[in-house]
């Protein structure tokens, strides 16, 4: 059996470089099936196809399996139950130490007591099949994904719940190349100062990171920090995609989340998506964030605080919660959406949001920028009272802001705020198609802003 397991990886090194990738192109048409315990006693049903969940799943730039190609290994070889009551977590880390491609029984429900960790070196590809991982005790993370020190690779997941049961603080924590699909995340609290988070991801500056980070279909809900009236502090916090950049990256590495649902973020200090880079300023990288067809909402501080370089939002929404909500504890808020260089970051430039809507409700409907500069707003809609707003906290000021082709419904304005200061001239441009409700629709000093012809394009 171990010859067998040794041929299997030996197949799924790229050449001599160390990077386990999938199957090399040369074995299109060939069945590669993972060696099990109970193969190596001779059940010869101990793997099943995984169809094309590779191919479906992994980013263009890895060499992945033909739809067909390789054999899945079922988690239930490893004495996986699935039952929901059933302890499996040694189990299940059994099969991931062994298996580079693996599926779980349709809906399963695997209980864990520890953390799973995906640290092998090699590629995995998982199909869990629609299956729910639900945590027995206050766990944090859940899984871990983490191929930096094995220069494993890609790690491609698709249709799991990961269920924090109102115990765990962190469902997934992502620290290398990942590609999901209709992974969701639900049921995170804050036992600890440790703030809660559906998935927790930290981006480095490392071979295993490099490229693009897929989460497609991933939603967020009910993420809940243990607030106790006090901002200042690290309780209360919560979020639902919580982003750090841990180093500047000098190949591209991009996080690419699009097509989910982010809510029921509650908390004194909690958002749906908080992206940090401390002591760092990505904006001069290839790198950074994008997020496209998200909705946004049920939140309580902010619905998005980007206190990084380089985030780009398209079709996305941005719902204020109801300020009747019996989920909000504090009414703390601080904007719906914030971005600038905040939390210790020494730069935040390069805020693009095209398509977008900002949907007020009477709660807190502020998109604020503050000391930040090339940002942009594409055929982007306020409505509901929503505002653009601008301010500085003396970490360089406002720098070029270009709003085109916007509509700004009844209630909506264009204002700043605080000790703000611009750099450079003409430093807001507002486009000449923008389309206003209120007749004085801005506010800045007209020494800071023009409105022209921005020829901005749908």
Known sequence: MQMRRCLLLCLLCAGCSGDLVGAPADLAGHEITAPSPDAAAGDADASVPLADAASDLADADATTPDSGAIAAVSFSVYGAVG???TDDTAKLQAALDAEAFLIADPGATFLISATLVIKQPFAHTIDWNGATIAAATALKPMIVVDKRSSNGGLTTMRNLRVDGRR????GIEVNSRVSFADVDATGFRQPTSSSPAGFYINLYDDPNAYGT???DGCDVDDVIGASNGVTTDSLGAANGYLIYWRAVPTSAVTLDVKNATVRD??????QNVAIFSPGL???ASSSGTRWTNMVFLDWERRSIKAFAGNNTFNSCSFTDPNPNDPDLYSSNKSGMVVVGAGSGATGADNQIFAGCSFNGAGYDGRVI????????FKN???TGGADLQLTSFGKGGIGKLDVCSATFGAGSTISDYGAVTYRGPDVVSLDTDNTYVEASYVTINPTYYQEVDLSCAP
Not at 167 to 170: G, R
């Open 167 to 170: 115990k765990a603080t962190h």
């Open 281 to 283: 300023d990505i904006s």
């Open 213 to 215: 980070w897929t989460f």
């Open 265 to 270: 973020c509650w908390g004194e200090d909690a």
């Open 369 to 376: 920028v503050f000391d930040s500069a090339n940002v942009q």
């Open 380 to 382: 982007c809609r306020w």
């Open 83 to 85: 039952d929901g009551t």
